[in-house]
């Protein structure tokens, strides 16, 4: 069974940036699909970005140029790199881990908030 634990998440000011942590057990990150979602109050669980086992990355429109998504394979690690946060960005951050139609994690979330 594979377990993600985000982190990273916190209060920050609108423009400020935030970095959160995906660490996965096992050596997954280099073989699976590794993405981002996020979730509002009262809202669906969104696409956020994607970073394939090749190494190509995807990005919901909205979100492209303000967030990054990497990863360090040694350290089994994904990381959503977040800049000029906006009030609306405000949500409960996922990571999802999935290989094919068979393997599908999802890690507890981390909560980030926008705000001055």
């Known amino acids: 069974q594979v377990q993600l634990v985000e982190s990273g998440g916190g209060l920050v000011q609108p423009g400020g940036s935030l970095r959160l942590s995906c660490v996965a057990s096992?050596?997954?990150?280099?073989?699976?699909?590794m993405s981002w979602y996020r979730q509002a109050p009262g809202k669906q669980r969104d696409y956020v970005a994607a970073?394939?086992?090749?190494?190509?990355?995807d990005y919901a429109d909205s979100l492209k140029g303000r967030f990054t998504i990497s990863r360090d394979n040694a350290k089994n690690t994904i990381y959503l790199q977040m800049n000029s946060l906006k009030p609306e960005d405000t949500a409960v951050y996922y990571c999802?881990?999935?290989?094919?139609?068979?393997?599908?994690?999802w890690g507890q979330g981390t909560q980030v908030t926008v705000s001055s």
């Open positions: 999802n881990a999935y290989k094919g139609t068979t393997y599908n994690y």
């Open positions: 970073l394939t086992s090749g190494g190509t990355t």
């Open positions: 096992g050596s997954i990150i280099s073989t699976y699909v």
